[in-house]
């Protein structure tokens, strides 16, 4: 309104929002117009009014930043379509062009009269003005490309007052707000020029990261300047200014200038050190110079005939392509200025940065690549090539730039078709396939070129060729120089076997192409290179294909090879891994005995087999009679084991023992014993023995304890008879064991009246026994034994025998023990009892001394000997009375042998009386002597020593040879122990009664009782030797 007052209202034509300009009246709002764009998330109003101010509001009425002071009175504002810029008239009689925040770009079309609309042809660049004097103007606006490129980063205008920075590689962008319009743009390294219409202003990186994005303002130079291309270097910048360049420093300091002789179409900066860049500039005139900063004088690189329109050089500066103006691509020789090769259809040009044969060009559409001089490879593309970076390629299409990613295998295959293997692994370098390197690779090592192929075959990561190519690089080194035999290698390799083996063959090396065809199981093949005249080679040949029909599951066809090959080894392997006994049977018999090893592996799987039968004839050819040994033994035949330790008895330990051991896990102990004595391991006979003795006297089974000790004491004996430092210990283990062999023998009837209901034994004998246990249990009672039950025993016995007396002292005994509650009620009615009868033993029970003729008390403090000539009973093993039995001994220098010899002479024994008498007979008389000078002592000494009178020293009796000429054979018994022990000799006093010794274990018994024992057990009841065994 002319008060100064925008009213927005709905479509009602209701007010929502008042808007009062400051100037009030003195500011009429002349024109109005919505921002059209869609992209802004506010409705914004522009107001343009004549005191001369451009305002932008929200449709809240809330202005946005600050007013624009115009020159004029504004007649008209009118966005573009797309709310990008505004176009807005007035009374300076022309057409501005604004920013659609109000940034004045420019002027677009100056009229004669006030200028009081304009407006913009809908989604296009066109303006039409209504002027004050009646004119209309249509008017197109053309928005130049404002931009740099350095490499991978490009600098462009955006919006007219920014500048957007992009780096090509990695995608990042930056943008810098300049709020100007911007008229030129260049870039360099770590440099960015921005002309602005009355500045220009530099701006640097922040770091030398080539990623780096952040630029800072380095210098500012406030001038202005009018020039048709702007360059900018490390230390200046460059203007051109149509035939004239001018070399500025940040400073605004005017440096250098160059005069052409033409104008300059084309200048590129190419490079060098800070302040001596090296710029490239095309003339109109054909002429390319190279001008240096710090240089006064452009130097003329070449001149051709026609414009120039774009320049580059390659990476190493010796050579330069030209786009001319008939779009022609001129490729020169910079030292040589010579024309190496031109390509129609280019309107821009780009050498490789990393590779200084490829370069490419763009026009009609079409991208070409040219490496060297090979044709060019085309692809579709739309847009100017402005860069060419390794496999990347920038292509400017209309205002975006893109990097193509580009693969390089056309170029490569080219530079491969004529076998330049390292060039091609150039290219490949910049990027191609997986499947172009593998090519690059196969060829190169077909080519030999085996440095390219290394390389290559790392890229894919193909260890078998790099493997291969290794080698073929030793072999090198040691002086093989054949290409033919590596080219054969590779063709092998790469599964071309056929021209391998030609190649092979070619150049003698039939052996390699039999090698190779055997280890590809191609057996028919590898015939062809078999020497008729080489037997070896055909056995080798044989035996690799039934290598390949046992890894190829036919073990029977591969076996039959084998043995045909004479692998008797490996066909037995096979044979006895499929378990074909017979077969394997076969072999062993056709086999000589001689073949041990072979032969030994036969009978190894025969024993796996189990079968022994087999195995035993197989070790019997061998003749190896330990492992048939062996065999039997771990078969557990144990019959054919003994029968061939008959033959040879030095394996007698390896079938003893085993065997020992195997009745010993079987609970036959006593035989296993028996083997270990055999085997003459006595140490682990008497370890058995002493574990079953043990055992047997945990269980309470005596009887066998009994036994084992007798054994043990046996075993002890055997042992003090072969070592010499053992003896005397062994001798004292000897008589150890036989006194608890005797007492456990004995103590087994105690044993079994106390515990068991019933008893077989007569009171008498029970009587005997208990006093025979206590009279040798003076000291330590062995382990089992029980002296309560041995009390117990007597004391029942002696009260039932009439041996009262000793009765009350087994009871008075049994009062000082810990008596178990099964005895205890019939102690004491026994204790009480026995108080009840005369305090005296029965004079029937007490024993004599048959040496003295003492009486000797029931209990005697001499334990088993006689209290007055101190001469040991001998007992009867069974009942356990005394025996009437005398020991005597031999005197000084009478052996063994020769008293035998002197007893078994059976001289008759005389009458006592007649004895006395002596018939004497000479000639024709006879006469009686009555001899009394004869030494009775010396006939007979036992009958002598009958009226001994007693002492404190027992002395033993002696005789001396008459006498021992003098006894019967049967009245003497003779307990013969094997050395080291000494012979025992006894003389019966009673000869009538009948007594019989065990052979073996020289126990003495009363014979009725010893053949009643026998019959009942079939054995000595003390050591249990049978009675069919000889002495």
Known sequence: MMNGVVSIRNKNGEEKVKIERPGGSSSPIWSIAWNPSKDEHNDILAVADWGQKLSFYQLSGKQIGKDRTLTYDPCCVSYFSKGEYIVMSGSDKQASLYTKDGVRLGTIGEQNSWVWTCRVKPDSNYVVLGCQDGTIAFVQLIFSTVHGLYKDRYAYRDSMTDVIVQHLITEQKVRIKCRELVKKIAIYRNRLAIQLPEKILIYELYSDDSSDMHYRIKEKICRKFECNLLVVCSLHIILCQEKRLQCLSFTSIKEKEWLMESLIRYIKVIGGPPGREGLLVGLKNGAILKIFVDNPFAITLLKQSTS?????????RSKLAVVDEHNTCL?????????LFQEPNANSVAWNTQCEDMLCFSGSGYLNIKASNFPVHQQKLQGFVVGYNGSKIFCLHVYSMSAVEVPQSAPMYQYLERKMFKEAYQIACLGVTDNDWRDLATEALEGLDFDTAKKAFIRVRDLRYLELISSIEERKKRGESDDNLFLADVYAYQGKFHEAAKLYKRNGYDSRALSMYTDLRMFEYAKEFVGAADPKNSRLLMSKQADWAKNSKEPRA????????GEHLKAIDIIGEHGWADMLIDIARKLDKAEREPLAKCAAYFKKLKHHGYASETFSKMGDMQALVQLHVEARHWEEAFSLVEKHVQFKDDVYVPYAQWLAENDRFEEAQKAF?????QSEAVKVLEQLTHNAVVESRFNDAAYYYWMLSMQCLD?????EEQREEMLKMVERFQQLAELYHVYHSVQRYTDEPFSSHLPETLFNISRFLLHNLTKDVPLGISKVNILYALAKQSQALGAFKLARHAYEKLQELHVPARFQDSMDLGSLTVRSKPFHDSEDLIPMCYRCSTNNPLLNSQGSA???????FIYSASSYEVLPLVEFYLEEGITNEEAVSLIDLEVPRQDRKAARWQEMSSGESQSLKLDDGMDEAEEDPFTAKLSFEGGSEFVAVKVSRSVLRSMSRRDVLIRR???????????SLLPDVSITMCPSCFQMFHSEDYELLVLQHNCCPYCRRPIDEPN
């Open 308 to 316: 120039v329109r774009c320049l580059d050089m390659s990476m190493s």
């Open 331 to 339: 490729v020169y020789d910079i030292n040589t200025k010579e024309l």
């Open 558 to 565: 591969a076996a039959e090879m084998y043995l045909s090959a």
């Open 677 to 681: 004595h055999k085997a003459g391991r």
């Open 719 to 723: 042992i003090a008879r072969e070592s």
């Open 866 to 872: 006689c209290i007055n000539c101190k001469q040991p």
């Open 977 to 987: 122990w094997p050395k080291p022990l000494k012979w025992k000799y006894y003389r």
